[in-house]
């Protein structure tokens, strides 16, 4: 018996990388997967193929699993929902959305060009937004649903580099949480992870370093995409109904539950602020507790387990 027997699960980008382990790893759990990738490059923008996504599903039905292709773009919205109908036609039912596609157009936010940060924003943002919406209808009507959506530290810490991608992963999170405020009383659940793992994407980190290179070398031997799935499947299962609204990281095989924006520290001033008082009183008053411009690794600064 499977964690996931008797369940339909849609996997978007699910042709390669981390996408392609959660679709093997749901299938091996008992589920029957939608096999969605639209074929297309790291950077997006090129026409996609069937082809790598009906190899997934070939590979699903070979080990004696059930799965479908589709190549539709979670882009776009008539896509995203022409994929729920399919699993809807398909296999007589749908139960889960892991939505970990995505593209990557790295750049410095003062030389980024405006078909950068929309393509970015269309395919992580949006594209989260459209299958979501084109699925909460269904899992509201039959009380029981579950999102896994991606997010990235990219934007929960920040990377050099990545002000689109940084922007789209933060937007997901906040997108996932009201889902989740809003499914508890039919059931529906929704959860961000951001996962650690040498990908397509991540292969186009430049190495201009020994540093960089070193770092890069830690991440194809302890970071695989497999590690991610596990966690990833899990949360869509009915042993975690009871996880909803929360934001994960998964390195190697760690699991770390990511805190979320709250108060760390107040001040008031009951004659109320001017701009000098602020100066002068607020912001030495709460120095102590700014975050600092460290990106991922002066975090997560030791190797992966």
């Known amino acids: 018996m499977g964690l996931l027997d008797g369940k339909v699960v849609l996997v978007t980008g699910a042709a390669r990388?981390?996408?392609?382990?959660?679709?093997?790893?749901?299938?091996?759990?008992?589920?029957?997967?939608?096999?969605?990738?639209?074929?297309?490059?790291?950077?997006?923008?090129?026409?996609?193929?069937?082809?790598?996504?009906?190899?997934?599903?070939?590979?699903?039905?070979?080990?004696?699993?059930?799965?479908?292709?589709?190549?539709?773009?979670?882009?776009?919205?008539?896509?995203?929902?022409?994929?729920?109908?399919?699993?809807?036609?398909?296999?007589?039912?749908?139960?889960?959305?892991?939505?970990?596609?995505?593209?990557?157009?790295?750049?410095?936010?003062h030389k980024m060009d405006d078909e950068d940060w929309d393509s970015v924003i269309n395919v992580h943002l949006n594209g989260s937004y459209n299958v979501a919406r084109a699925a909460i209808n269904h899992f509201r009507d039959q009380e029981d649903g579950a999102f896994v959506f991606f997010t990235s530290t990219s934007g929960l810490i920040g990377n050099i580099g990545q002000a689109?991608?940084?922007?789209?992963?933060?937007?997901?999170a906040g997108l996932s949480r009201i889902i989740a405020m809003e499914g508890v009383q039919k059931n529906v659940r929704s959860n961000v992870v951001a996962p650690f793992a040498w990908t397509r994407m991540i292969a186009t980190i430049p190495v201009k370093d020994d540093a960089s290179a070193a770092r890069v070398k830690r991440m194809q031997e302890g970071m695989r995409a497999d590690q991610v799935a596990q966690p990833v499947v899990a949360l869509v299962s009915?042993?975690?109904?009871?996880?909803?609204g929360q934001?994960?990281?998964?390195?190697?095989?760690?699991?770390?539950?990511?805190?979320?924006?709250?108060?760390?520290?107040?001040?008031?001033?009951?004659?109320?602020?001017?701009?000098?008082?602020v100066v002068d009183h607020a912001l030495p008053g709460l120095s102590g507790q700014f975050e600092n411009l460290g990106p991922t690794n002066s975090v997560f600064s030791w190797d992966p387990v």
């Open 164 to 172: 689109n991608y940084a922007a789209a992963k933060m937007g997901i």
């Open 247 to 277: 934001i994960f990281a998964v390195r190697g095989n760690e699991i770390f539950l990511m805190s979320q924006p709250r108060p760390v520290r107040g001040m008031a001033r009951l004659e109320g602020w001017s701009p000098q008082s």
């Open 17 to 109: 990388g981390i996408g392609r382990e959660v679709a093997l790893s749901a299938a091996r759990e008992g589920a029957r997967i939608l096999v969605n990738d639209l074929g297309g490059a790291v950077a997006g923008g090129d026409l996609g193929e069937a082809g790598p996504a009906q190899e997934v599903a070939d590979e699903i039905c070979a080990a004696g699993g059930e799965a479908v292709a589709d190549s539709h773009s979670v882009s776009d919205r008539q896509g995203a929902s022409a994929m729920i109908e399919m699993a809807l036609d398909t296999f007589g039912g749908l139960h889960a959305v892991i939505n970990p596609a995505g593209i990557l157009r790295d750049k410095m936010f």
């Open 238 to 244: 009915d042993a975690a109904k009871h996880v909803s």
